[in-house]
Structures are given as structure tokens and as C-alpha cells.
């Protein structure tokens, strides 16, 4: 699913929820729930969208409607803040 397709789901009040994935390295994915599947954020390649940080989505987001986004971590560590 593109950016164009997530924006119309989005203004039909067709997505159930966003989870970003955080994967290993720094690397967030966008995994789009909708009624009848999931699907994956992908970029104009139509390769999945790697994404930066929470940020980086939001910022991508700031024109689509809003919906549920949750965090999905694989380990929590990963997500620690340096001593």
C-alpha cells in the first residue's frame, strides 16, 4: 500500500490501526490493519517504506486523517536510552 491508497483508507475511516515496527538498526516499518488484511507502507519502488524514527511517520502523516498508531517493538532494549 502507498502513501495515496493509506490517505484514501484513511479518509473512509477504513483503517483499523498503523503499527510501526521497529526492527533492528534503527529501521521502522508501517503496517497498515485494515478489515481484510495487513499490509505494508511502501515507497515509490514499491518497496517497503523504511522510515527514520515516530517522527519521521508523523511527519509523513501530517495530511492523511487521523487513526490509531501504535509502537511494536521487537526487544525492548532497542529502544533504551544510552546511560
Known amino acids: ?5 493509506l490517505t484514501e483508507h484513511a479518509a473512509n475511516s477504513e483503517i483499523r490501526e498503523l503499527e ?3 526492527l533492528e538498526g534503527g529501521v521502522y516499518l ?29 511527519d509523513l502523516l501530517q495530511t492523511v486523517p487521523a487513526f490509531p ?8 532494549h532497542d529502544e533504551m536510552c544510552g546511560r
Open 1 to 5: 500500500m502507498n502513501l495515496q491508497t
Open 20 to 22: 510501526l515496527l521497529s
Open 30 to 58: 508501517a503496517r497498515i490493519r485494515l478489515d481484510h488484511g495487513q499490509f505494508t507502507l511502501l515507497d515509490e519502488a514499491a518497496k517497503p517504506m523504511h522510515l527514520r524514527s515516530m517522527t519521521h511517520l508523523r
Open 69 to 76: 498508531c501504535v509502537l511494536v517493538q521487537q526487544c525492548v
